[in-house]
């Protein structure tokens, strides 16, 4: 955050998952369960007066499944905030939904290697884009003990007094569904 009038942080968190017929793949039913949870948690973690998040989901069809089962925090796969990579592999799951043998992303962190994105890679991914945590490179995941005390942190910091200049920014929130977005 910088500046007098730039206010809070503003932080996009777009979750892309397969659907065919309404139906989704086991790996991204996990990782909107995962997600959901660690945008909720990181919005009660982050005043509004350190970060704004704004969450987004976006229904993929097969023809974008290299896309499906990805997080992304302000344009950036929450992985690589720490450090991590994705790539693919078969998914049975998505394969029964598509009708043909088909791979779908997973992801590496940490030397941790899920299906799904988890809650914790989400979270601190939404600290780092906050300018919380550190970001690749860095211990990676942080501990529920280090979490908490950087939102304590977060939450305890005293006001700039260059803010006063301004209104603060209300918090916003979104949720975009619909095939095809992005």
Do not use: K, Q
Request: aromatic share 2%; glycine share 10%; hydrophobic share 35%.
């Amino acid at each position: 955050m910088s500046g007098c009038c730039s206010g809070p942080a503003r932080i996009v968190v777009e979750f892309d998952y397969l659907t065919v017929d309404g139906n989704t793949c086991d790996r991204c039913g996990d990782t909107h369960d995962a997600v959901r949870a660690a945008v909720s948690d990181a919005r009660a973690a982050l005043p509004s007066s350190v970060a704004v998040i704004d969450y987004l989901e976006c229904e993929l069809t097969s023809g974008r499944l290299d896309d499906s089962n990805r997080v992304l925090v302000n344009g950036r796969p929450a992985e690589e905030w720490l450090g991590g990579v994705s790539m693919m592999s078969d998914c049975p799951s998505c394969s029964d939904l598509v009708g043909e043998s088909v791979c779908c992303r997973e992801i590496e962190v940490g030397g941790v290697r899920t299906e799904a994105v988890g809650r914790d890679v989400v979270f601190d991914a939404i600290m780092a884009a906050a300018g919380l945590a550190g970001e690749a490179g860095s211990a990676g995941l942080s501990s529920l003990s280090s979490r908490e005390d950087r939102a304590a942190e977060a939450s305890s910091r005293p006001a700039d007094p260059a803010s006063t200049c301004c209104t603060p920014a209300p918090p916003t929130v979104t949720l975009v569904t619909g095939p095809g977005c992005g």
